[in-house]
Nanobody, 124 residues
Framework: QVQLVESGGGLVQAGGSLRLACAAS????????MGWFRQAPGKEREFVAA????????YYADSVKGRFTISRDNAKKTVYLQINSVKSEDAAVYYC?????????????????WGQGTQVTVSS
């Protein structure tokens, strides 16, 4: 089993920045890809970004390219999501996920392990 715990959410002003963190524990050696998804009220959960846990290759949803950066610290078993130039549409619950798969990384059904989510609220 893999356990994921997100942190770093909170209230941020539009135009500001925020960094989310996801700490992994347990059988982390099985992780190939880690991803971030988000779900806004009344909307479906959507892919945001993913990273190859070993090689560090990154992938982004078109809607966040240029503003979001996913990174990882393997020594800390932690993945980060840096959010810059925050927009009102970024308000959502952000979930960290992990999978032993290296394909279909934008598909949430690929991911077998999920964190509890962290809320990001944007003020204007």
């Amino acid at each position: 089993q893999v356990q994921l715990v997100e942190s770093g959410g909170g209230l941020v002003q539009a135009g500001g920045s925020l960094r989310l963190a996801c700490a992994a524990s347990g059988r982390t050696f099985i992780i190939y890809t880690m991803g971030w998804f988000r779900q806004a009220p009344g909307k479906e959960r959507e892919f945001v970004a993913a990273i190859n846990y070993v090689a560090g290759t990154t992938y982004y949803a078109d809607s966040v390219k240029g503003r979001f950066t996913i990174s990882r610290d393997n020594a800390k078993k932690t993945v980060y999501l840096q959010i810059n130039s925050v927009k009102s549409e970024d308000a959502a619950v952000y979930y960290c996920a992990a999978t032993s798969s290296g394909t279909d990384r934008t598909d949430q059904t690929t991911y077998g392990y999920w964190g509890q989510g962290t809320q990001v609220t944007v003020s204007s």
